[in-house]
């Protein structure tokens, strides 16, 4: 409470143009956060949090106090939905794009036929960033109606957005000649709109130099590109990070095997130097510098920056609450604690492994065998216990056994059934 006090004291100062207040403030609310081991239970606190650390581009930090706000308004499809909204937007942006997709889905379920036409606008846009990939027909029809609620509702800015996103849709199909045609549109509404930031007209020029790039134009595409960098160089960051990978694409489509490396090397420094990197963004960047250093016969070196984007790809997102648990069909009477231990165990446990990932194994494994659901957890001095109810507790318990023997966190875990008025406990490894 007292960190989300200090955070809406620093929402106030900044209102006031009162930046040296506003500094101080945040800064001893985060000091308090980072001596915290998880979110409160208190909605208010939690949402208050949450939407500080989302602005402050926290996503890491954030995510934990999305989730945790989701898990106490799960029930209230009123409540939970634009929560489900900023959980699914951390996700995406720190680039766990699938679980993202699936919970901006879920939103924009909750969200269609309630009077949030903007809420519904930018969970459309999310979900298209997340999917642009994987799925881009559904993006373009999921960027188009975001576009078509911003323009209708005076929101030009955001609609140029979308259009922006249309635009790299168009160019990644070699469609060019339409891209080009939405990046004017874009140019224009840019033009127009005094609040237009630096990095949306830094983005712009690079996505057009882009195209230009895919049409061997390079002497506009460098053209566009220099003036992208001119425009991003100060401010740095991620959008700075991506000019510096055009400007790699750029010399590498021209044959210059040497520039490019250098580029990517520069782009892949930026991204990494980000406190909540998108991963499969910096994926994507060592990606590029190895078939760059592939391209100069360096294979070892390639080979060991695939290894790094592999390994961040295989990173597993931390779970997010069901909005809606599936109802247990039979009365939900046999109830499994599991206390792991919090101490005892050699330090590379802990290193290696997170109850985050823990519970999400359990979820998927609950959800493919439908014996019950997990209802989270309490810290205690030198445990973690978790709830998990079903009707019946040993069927329950026989479900989540290979998770949890297989996972490192689990050893020496003690277990209890409750059946009723019959309880049963025993250590894990005795199972």
């Not at 699936?102 to 606008?121: F, M, Y």
């Not at 991003?232 to 991620?238: C, F, K, V, Y």
């Not at 931390?318 to 109830?335: D, Y």
Request: net charge neutral; proline share 4%; glycine share 6%.
């Amino acid at each position: 409470m007292k960190a989300a006090a200090h955070f809406a004291a620093s929402t106030c100062h900044a209102a006031c143009g009162q930046t040296g207040a506003m500094a101080k403030r945040a800064a001893k609310a985060m000091a308090i956060l980072k001596s915290l081991t998880e979110p409160s239970r208190t909605l208010e606190s939690v949402d208050v949090i949450a939407d500080a650390l989302m602005n402050r581009n926290e996503h890491r930090r954030a995510l934990p106090y999305c989730q945790q706000a989701v898990a106490l308004t799960r029930r209230d499809p009123a409540a939970v939905r634009g929560r489900l909204w900023r959980t699914g937007r951390g996700l995406a942006r720190l680039g766990f794009s699938a679980e993202a997709a699936v919970v901006l889905r879920e939103a924009i379920d909750l969200i269609r036929g309630s009077d949030s036409d903007l809420l519904l606008a930018y969970a459309l846009l999310d979900l298209g960033n997340a999917i642009l990939r994987s799925h881009p027909d559904d993006a373009s029809s999921a960027f188009r109606e975001a576009a078509d609620i911003f323009v209708a509702k005076d929101h030009s800015n955001q609609a140029a957005t979308a259009w922006l996103n249309l635009g790299v849709l168009a160019s990644r199909a070699n469609r060019l000649e339409e891209a080009l045609a939405w990046y004017e549109k874009v140019r224009e509404a840019r033009e127009r709109d005094p609040k237009a930031t630096t990095t949306q007209r830094g983005n712009l020029h690079n996505n057009i130099a882009n195209v230009y790039r895919r049409q061997r134009d390079f002497a506009r595409a460098r053209a566009e590109a220099d003036r992208a960098l001119d425009i991003l160089t100060p401010n740095g960051g991620e959008f700075l990070a991506h000019a510096l990978g055009t400007q790699g694409d750029i010399c590498r489509d021209a044959g210059e095997k040497e520039a490019a490396l250098a580029w990517f090397g520069r782009a892949r420094a930026v991204m990494e130097a980000l406190p909540n990197a998108n991963r499969e963004k910096l994926a994507e960047k060592l990606s590029n510098e190895a078939d760059a250093l592939d391209a100069l016969d360096r294979a070892a070196e390639a080979d060991a920056l695939r290894a790094r984007a592999a390994a961040l790809l295989q990173t597993e997102a931390p779970p997010t609450p069901r909005a809606a648990p599936k109802p247990v069909k039979r009365k939900s009477n046999g109830t499994v604690l599991v206390t792991l231990d919090g101490i005892g165990l050699p330090a590379e446990v802990y290193a290696q492994c997170d109850l985050h990932t823990l519970e999400r194994r359990l979820e998927r494994r609950l959800d493919e065998t439908d014996t019950g659901e997990l209802d989270g957890h309490e810290h205690g001095p030198e445990n973690v216990q978790l709830f998990l109810y079903g009707p019946n507790a040993r069927a329950l318990f026989d479900a989540i056994r290979p998770v949890l023997t297989d996972y490192p966190l689990c050893r020496g875990a003690d277990i209890e059934l409750r059946q009723g008025r019959k309880v049963e406990r025993f250590p894990l490894s005795a199972a």
